[in-house]
């Protein structure tokens, strides 16, 4: 059972029947009354945000969430195919499904797939991810007051991000799939 004293950034319930994540939540002592937390929540299956507020004490059961690894295969008619490593089963997944992880599908990686009463509800990229530049227009040094500017360049997936001038086509970067950002050139 998990308390709302325990409640974090992060944390997953069951509420409702359906699995929860904390998003952001604060505990409220008026001076009249008893305690109670305001929380901040996104239902990981629909992706809605809810705004609930516990009487403080108040308990929840885990959602009893389980993490797989799986292979994506290849992408057909706006469907995208990943297999089970370890049952080698496949399964399609539609755009919906996919909206975190969409921009960092790459043939042949190793994504996490989040599963609830045995259905698959969502697939994370992993945390760090090298990708191949496919367009990065030249970088023009004048354009800065202090010399580290930065340009719009394109991926192999097709996501657009900022990176360093120096940054060419066809150079693998290391990118935070969590915040779209670039890390480093590999």
Do not use: C, W
């Not at 120096?166 to 970067?173: A, C, H, K, P, T």
């Amino acid at each position: 059972m998990i308390a709302t004293s325990d409640f974090k950034k992060g944390r997953k319930i069951l509420f409702r029947d359906e699995p929860y994540m904390v998003i952001d939540f604060a505990h409220v002592k008026p001076g009249k009354g008893g305690a109670y937390v305001r929380t901040k929540m996104k239902n990981m299956i629909t992706g809605l945000m809810r705004e609930e507020t516990f009487r403080s004490g108040e308990k929840f059961e885990d959602p009893g969430l389980e993490y797989k690894d799986m292979q994506f295969l290849y992408n057909e008619d706006m469907l995208y195919h990943f297999m089970d490593l370890d049952s080698f089963e496949q399964v399609s997944l539609n755009k919906n499904q996919l909206e975190e992880a969409l921009d960092y599908l790459k043939e042949q990686e190793i994504y996490n797939a989040l599963y609830f009463k045995g259905k698959l509800i969502t697939i994370n990229a992993p945390m760090f991810m090298e990708l191949k530049v496919v367009d990065a227009p030249p970088g023009v040094r004048g354009n800065t007051a202090q010399g580290g500017g930065t340009k719009t360049i394109k991926l192999e997936t097709g996501l657009v991000l900022q990176a360093p001038l120096f940054i060419e086509e066809g150079d693998i970067l290391k990118i935070d799939t969590r915040t779209n950002e670039y890390i480093e050139r590999i």
